[in-house]
């Protein structure tokens, strides 16, 4: 029940997330008016990206209801230092990327004169699926981690470092790196572009364009539901001394007293 109210959840916040930002898009920059009108629709975009986010959240912690709105809302300002993490990470992968593609002349020069091998493409594949895996999977998960741990425990979440080692415990990168690829990534490189040969071009050819969009927009809602479910600290192992340390109780951004594990 929770994972088809979370998915839904997914799903309305993608469609007014990505209307938002389409709209930021088509929007001219020919006016001082219309600059602001990018500006306002660019912080709108933002915004709804992180209510979907803290929505799923909190979806997943006290369900869908009335109250999940305010809970939704009171958890937006844990997007600003997740977004930062996720920027930080974009920018290190991006830089390093860069370097080895700078320097890929070099590279495959040693690997000739040392192992006799001219052609070494596999070594470049492979950074360049190790670089997607790290800014499309490893960034949101240390992300999600850290959001749901501040809705969860508060901002002193900040000053801790459980919330690191909860997103990479090699378990949950591994389970997240299945969803994704089961979930998001397959639908979107093999069904999205799929047409059957033999297929009319009659509406019919538009019915079956409408479907398939439309699964393959609930399959990768369902992946993303299932991965924050997966990030979001709900049990949170006591074995981290950082979180059982406090011995004062503390509040969460949800509203009353925390689980003492957090």
């Known amino acids: 029940m929770k994972l088809g109210l979370v998915t839904l959840w997914i799903l309305l916040g993608a469609a007014l997330t990505g209307g938002a930002y389409w ?4 929007t001219p920059e020919s006016t001082i008016w219309s600059l602001a ?4 629709l660019l912080a709108s975009a933002a915004f709804l990206l992180a209510l979907t986010l803290s929505g799923a959240i909190a979806g997943w912690r006290h369900g869908i209801t009335i109250r999940h709105a305010r809970t939704a809302l009171r958890g937006v300002p844990a997007f600003v230092p997740a977004a930062l993490i996720v920027g930080v990470v974009w920018w290190l992968v ?3 990327t860069n370097r080895v593609t700078m320097a890929s002349g070099p590279i495959n020069a040693w690997f000739i004169a040392r192992f006799g091998w001219d052609d070494v493409s596999w070594l470049f ?5 190790l670089a997607a895996w790290l800014t499309w999977l490893v960034a949101p998960s240390l992300a ?8 969860a425990a508060g901002w002193r979440t900040l000053t801790r470092r459980w919330w690191i080692a909860y997103a990479l415990s090699p378990v949950r990168l591994g389970l997240a790196t299945v969803l994704v690829a089961a979930l998001v990534a397959a639908p979107w490189m ?7 040969e033999g297929l009319p071009d ?7 364009i409408i479907g398939k969009l439309t699964l393959s927009a609930v399959l990768m809602a369902v992946g993303v539901a299932l991965v924050i479910r997966l990030l979001a600290a709900d049990e949170l192992d006591a074995s981290f001394d950082e979180v ?3 011995p004062s109780p503390a509040t969460s951004i949800f509203d009353g007293p925390i689980d003492p594990r957090l």
């Open 144 to 151: 999600l981690a850290l959001m749901s741990g501040i809705i």
């Open 190 to 196: 093999y069904l999205v572009p799929w047409r059957p």
């Open 244 to 246: 059982t340390a406090s």
């Open 202 to 208: 009659t509406s019919l050819q538009l019915a079956f």
């Open 125 to 129: 594949t492979g950074i360049n699926w």
């Open 23 to 26: 709209t930021f898009l088509i």
């Open 37 to 40: 009108a990018s500006a306002l």
């Open 94 to 96: 991006g830089n390093a």
